[in-house]
């Protein structure tokens, strides 16, 4: 069955440092793999995406994700953290050809001291 | 132009009683969803469906009903609510491209 695990459920960096936000999925087939980022009390917005092209995705707001396949990974990060980006962060994996179907993380809070 | 809306944005109400979530798309796409996502923030699907057909029904109680009367709209139904069905419950659109969807602001149900 395909899943992803987010390793942390709270991140707190200060402004101005690193970002990293990890995930790490299981699925028997290559998967496709998402970072959805919700702000309080609004709905989910794509961050970026992963669909067997790039290994290091480029997404908005200027975070990257990097897939690595021997580690099962896809990790999110930001070179620069922003007050704005305090937010939930959801890992998610979609499952195979037909309809679109997400499967979530768990979500993980990234708190950004000033 | 709000691209996915729901109404109503917070719904409080009592057990046994039936309400009704509404969703709107404007992006044109032939596919949507209503997720739930519960008190730890766990988002779950529930219902897709493609142009007006259902697709997806996950394990999902039968007091829920979703019902989409043109392909630019998916309304919930939810009768005899339960404490438990209090959740947050999101609406989402989406191309015909894995995994990019388009998520309304959510409807908070409360039951009391």
């Known amino acids: 069955a395909q899943s992803v695990t987010q390793l942390d459920s709270h991140v707190s960096v200060s402004e101005g440092t690193p970002v990293l936000l990890r995930c790490n999925y299981s699925?028997?087939?290559?998967?496709?793999l998402f970072w959805y980022v919700q702000h309080p009390n609004k709905g989910l917005q794509l961050l970026l995406k992963y669909t067997s092209a790039a290994t290091l995705v480029k997404g908005i707001n200027g975070f990257e994700a990097e897939f690595k396949k021997s580690e099962t990974s896809f990790h999110l990060t930001k070179p620069s953290a922003h007050m704005s980006d305090a937010a939930e962060y959801f890992c998610?994996?979609?499952?195979?050809?037909?309809?679109?179907?997400?499967?979530f993380g768990q979500g993980t809070r990234l708190t950004i001291n000033p | 132009d709000t691209a996915v809306s729901q109404t109503p944005k917070y719904l409080v109400t009592q057990m046994g009683n039936d309400k009704s979530i509404k969703c709107e798309q404007n992006l044109g796409h032939d596919t949507m969803y209503w997720y739930k996502q519960d008190s730890k923030k766990f988002l779950k699907i529930m219902f897709s469906y493609n142009n007006k057909e259902l697709i997806i029904n996950e394990t999902v109680p039968n007091r829920f009903s979703p019902k989409s009367p043109d392909k630019a709209h998916l309304n919930l139904h939810i009768n005899s609510l339960e404490l438990g069905d209090s959740a947050v419950y999101f609406c989402a659109s989406g191309p015909p491209l894995p995994g990019e969807l388009f998520f309304g602001e959510g409807s908070r149900l409360t039951v009391l």
């Open positions: 699925s028997s087939y290559s998967p496709s």
């Open positions: 998610v994996v979609s499952l195979p050809q037909g309809a679109q179907k997400l499967v």
